[in-house]
């Protein structure tokens, strides 16, 4: 018996939650079905994510890939179904080997498996992405290294924690219409690994909590720079995430398990700082937002 | 004092990297390599850690090349005199590097490319005071630093050893000197 997942039209980090909520319904074991033809939207986060989907089940899934032309052509060009295709079984035909030509795709979705992996990402953010970060963001130059500093730490986080590999995905948009009304730039770095609570199990955050459940390890993590190893020096990457998100005005929320955490929420958006209970979703998933710099008044 | 192109340390040590200082990873086998230039210099010297060709530098890889490069030379007996300032930091740089330092209450000589030298990381007041008394006048004894900043001299010698345990100062005789040019 196949279980069918479907997902919703407009896929980003909060729709995702629906995705994830029929999985938690469904056997580990169960064969899935991911549907997708009627999806119509998705971010950086809603497509690595659904790697991540497959990734974290024992029998390879399927997979319905959207019916709409544009749709299809924007996942080809960002590069899922090259992935997708080995770790999914593709129901349909989906374009082959799409030119990433793209220009809102900062970064298509890339594997993170190892270091020369994120000093590629980084290569190719500074490289092919700088010029348009530059006249996207209107970042000043400090603010141009965090960018590809954050992005470097959060995908560190899935070499140094996860203990498998994940994704990377960046993308432009334009958001004038929405609440923020200005270009923003989202960066999601998801795994399928071992999360933030199995990661900290031997920390002393964990020896000394009084409550230990995911809430309480992200917490932890993103809040107190916990990390697993006792060398004080550890930890430094996330909190240096907070720091410059904060500082550009942006956003920036973790999953993991059955919590998530939105450390930093701007007056741009709104969100609940920490929730628990939530279904659950192996590994972690970061989501980035930043806004283009407001003109000094 | 010995120049040391952190750039080109970084191509013989992670050849991919493109200059870009990323992963914990890379700043161990980067550290490694600076280890080594250091060693091969005669005792007392100072290394000047150029970063001008440096593209990205993380906090993770600021930790374990800048913090994990300085902690063995500021123990109570290190193995060897040893001295590093830091020259080509730009701001970003300096976002990674300050971070760290301060993490693991450490401090290091950046002179910036308007020549000017500065202290970056966990400095108290006082040691401030002192360094930028020394460095103004490119050296001086225990009595005029004491004297200048108005200490008792036996205040202002335990906190001018102090900068120099922490190389950031050298003795020099009877003096205290700057290691990199004066500010």
């Not at chain 1, 965090?146 to 990377?168: P, Q, Y």
């Not at chain 1, 410059?244 to 007056?267: C, F, M, N, Q, Y």
Request: proline share 5%; aromatic share 6%; glycine share 8%.
């Amino acid at each position: 018996m196949t279980a069918v997942l479907t997902v919703p039209a407009s896929l980003d980090e909060a729709q995702f939650e629906s995705v994830i909520e029929q999985l938690a319904a469904v056997p580990a074991d169960a064969k899935l079905l991911v549907d997708a033809r009627h999806c119509r939207f998705a971010t950086p986060y809603g497509l690595t994510a659904l790697l991540c989907l497959a990734q974290s089940r024992a029998e390879r899934p399927d997979f319905a890939p959207p019916e709409d032309e544009q749709t299809l052509s924007y996942w080809a060009r960002a590069q899922f179904f090259r992935h997708a295709e080995t770790l999914f079984t593709i129901r349909g035909a989906v374009p082959k080997r799409a030119a990433s030509g793209d220009s809102d795709v900062l970064l298509e979705v890339t594997p993170v498996n190892g270091n020369d992996d994120v000093q590629a990402i980084v290569r190719r953010i500074q490289e092919k992405a700088q010029h348009i970060l530059n006249a996207t963001l209107d970042l000043e130059p400090r603010s141009t290294m965090g960018f590809s500093m954050t992005l470097s730490e959060a995908a560190s986080n899935i070499i140094e924690h996860a203990g498998r590999g994940g994704w990377v995905m960046v993308q432009r948009y334009n958001w004038s219409k929405r609440r923020v009304g200005r270009d923003v730039v989202q960066i999601a770095v998801c795994d399928a690994g071992m999360g933030f609570r199995a990661s900290l199990e031997g920390s002393r955050a964990r020896a000394l909590a009084d409550r230990w459940d995911d809430p309480a390890a992200l917490e932890a993590a993103v809040i107190q720079g916990v990390s697993r190893f006792a060398d004080p020096g550890r930890g430094q990457g996330i909190k240096g995430m907070r720091g410059w998100v904060h500082r550009i005005d942006g956003k920036l929320t973790v999953r993991s398990g059955t919590a998530r955490i939105a450390p930093i929420i701007p007056e741009w958006d709104e969100d609940v700082p920490l929730q628990g209970g939530l279904p659950p979703f192996p590994g972690a998933q970061i989501n980035v937002i930043i806004p283009r710099r407001m003109p000094r008044p | 004092m010995s120049h040391i192109d952190v750039s080109v340390a970084l191509d013989a040590a992670a050849p991919d990297a493109h200059h870009h200082l990323v992963t914990r990873r890379t700043g161990a086998v980067v550290r490694t390599v600076i280890e080594r230039q250091i060693a091969a210099l005669a005792d007392g010297s100072v290394a000047i850690l150029d970063f001008s060709q440096i593209g990205v530098l993380d906090r993770s890889c600021a930790d374990e090349f800048v913090a994990k490069l300085v902690l063995p030379m500021t123990t109570e007996r290190p193995s060897r005199e040893s001295y590093v300032v830091l020259v080509g930091v730009n701001e970003g740089h300096l976002d990674a590097i300050e971070a760290v330092l301060e993490t693991h209450g450490l401090a290091l000589v950046v002179r910036f490319d308007d020549g000017v030298t500065h202290l970056v990381g966990t400095v108290s007041a006082l040691e401030r005071q002192l360094w930028e008394c020394v460095m103004t006048r490119a050296g001086a004894a225990v009595e005029e630093a004491a004297e200048a900043v108005g200490l008792a001299l036996e205040e202002a010698q335990a906190t001018l050893e102090m900068l120099v345990r922490r190389r950031l100062l050298r003795r020099l005789d009877d003096a205290f000197a700057p290691l990199g040019a004066p500010a």
